[in-house]
């Protein structure tokens, strides 16, 4: 089959800083990113070594201030930067945008010498964060967890619990964790920032999942881990409102990084079906598979531009919550239906490992599940139309 190179996507992005970033991203991700993703993700391989260069080209603070060693990028810009390393390697690009969730807290709500004291080697010195919100048996419904954090009388914190599905689980330099300072509910949570070698932090074997395989996710083990008080991030009981700060910001990673997925899935059956011939022409002249082809570029395009607009609007300091929650909900079950129909376009080698996109399929999963469910995504703008639900 003749050899069809994709097109880079055609960005529109707001200065020329942003051009050559792009560039230098998608630089990074053919020569060093997607060559490899194959067989490290079928061999479970973390690369770290990855994420060590992401850090040293400046790319793993993109949307923080330059005064603390980020990029000073807008929104817009970072998201585009996530699209295009999760197109190379989906445990790239959620991995980064799982590390720009866990200093949202630190960024936004730490005081001034906390930032100044721990930001500059979080986003710019080698270091990956987790971020500890989910616990067992609470995923959707947050407010009910159940870490603790009590005050040992001396000035620190001494923290017990489990935190479960936390990427980056065991490998972490540092965990953003939100636990319970006070009564139950929403108002009874604060948040922590701790060392990942902290005494007393450990974390379980690395799930086995479905799909990137490369990315550990694990419980990760809270046994009277201790702290001093100026690891506290924010105010006693403002965690929970730290916590869906952040989550907004990434619901709009996780669409960024699903619209990479899919993109990466249409270049790969556009590929095959311009290359692939039956009847004695390629199967791509077939008006089954090109009407296939459409709708799979224009659930990516809708996508893309819905993520786009939600991060103008937080660009522009204005309310974003639902259109995030809009974005995260369309751009990955769009991932889901376009990674599916590359399979489908791809027949039988579609089904085999000996093609990128049955990875694809199987990574476009998880998509659906974390930074809340989609059908949380769908209470959270039914809220927004309606008002809260009648108890």
């Not at 709500?109 to 010195?125: D, I, N, S, V």
């Not at 005494?199 to 395989?213: C, I, N, R, T, V």
């Not at 996780?254 to 004695?280: P, W």
Request: aromatic share 6%; glycine share 12%.
């Amino acid at each position: 089959m003749p050899d069809r190179a994709p097109q880079p996507v055609d960005r529109q992005l707001p200065t020329d800083e942003a051009r050559d970033l792009i560039s230098l991203v998608r630089d990074i991700a053919q020569r060093e990113i997607a060559p490899k993703a194959a067989g490290e993700e079928d061999a479970g391989h973390f690369p770290r070594e990855t994420f060590t260069l992401l850090s040293e080209s400046g790319l793993l603070g993109l949307p923080y201030g330059v005064e603390y060693g980020g990029g000073g990028q807008p929104y817009e810009v970072y998201l585009q930067v996530l699209e295009e390393l999760a197109a190379a390697r989906l445990t790239v690009g959620l991995g980064v945008s799982v590390h720009s969730l866990a200093c949202h807290a630190l960024a936004n709500y730490g005081t001034k010498e906390q930032r100044a004291e721990h930001l500059p080697k979080m986003l710019g010195g080698g270091l990956l964060g987790a971020y500890c919100l989910s616990e067992p048996a609470s995923g959707s419904d947050a407010a009910s967890l159940r870490t603790k954090a009590v005050r040992d009388g001396g000035g620190s914190w001494v923290l017990t619990g489990t935190k479960a599905w936390i990427t980056h689980g065991g490998v972490a330099d540092f965990c953003t964790v939100l636990a319970r300072t006070g009564g139950e509910g929403a108002r009874g949570i604060t948040a922590f920032l701790v060392p990942g070698d902290a005494e007393g932090l450990s974390a379980a074997a690395p799930e086995k999942k479905m799909g990137m395989k490369g990315s550990p996710t694990a419980q990760v083990h809270f046994d009277g881990v201790r702290i001093s008080d100026d690891r506290r991030i924010g105010e006693e009981g403002q965690g929970f409102a730290v916590a869906l700060s952040a989550l907004d910001s990434g619901r709009l990673g996780i669409a960024a990084c699903a619209v990479g997925v899919a993109q990466a899935a249409l270049d790969e059956a556009v590929a095959y079906a311009t290359g692939r011939e039956q009847f004695g022409r390629p199967i791509a002249d077939f008006q089954g598979l090109r009407f296939m082809l459409a709708d799979m570029a224009t659930r990516i395009e809708a996508g893309r531009s819905l993520y786009l607009t939600a991060a103008r609007l937080r660009d522009a300091g204005r309310p974003f919550a639902r259109q995030a929650a809009m974005a995260k909900l369309f751009c990955t079950d769009a991932a889901m239906q376009v990674t599916i129909d590359a399979v489908q376009v791809l027949g039988g080698y579609g089904y085999t490992a000996d093609f990128p996109v049955e990875r694809y399929m199987r990574e476009a999963k998880v998509l659906q599940i974390v930074e809340g469910t989609n059908q949380i995504q769908r209470m959270v703008i039914a809220r927004h139309l309606a008002g809260p639900e009648s108890r």
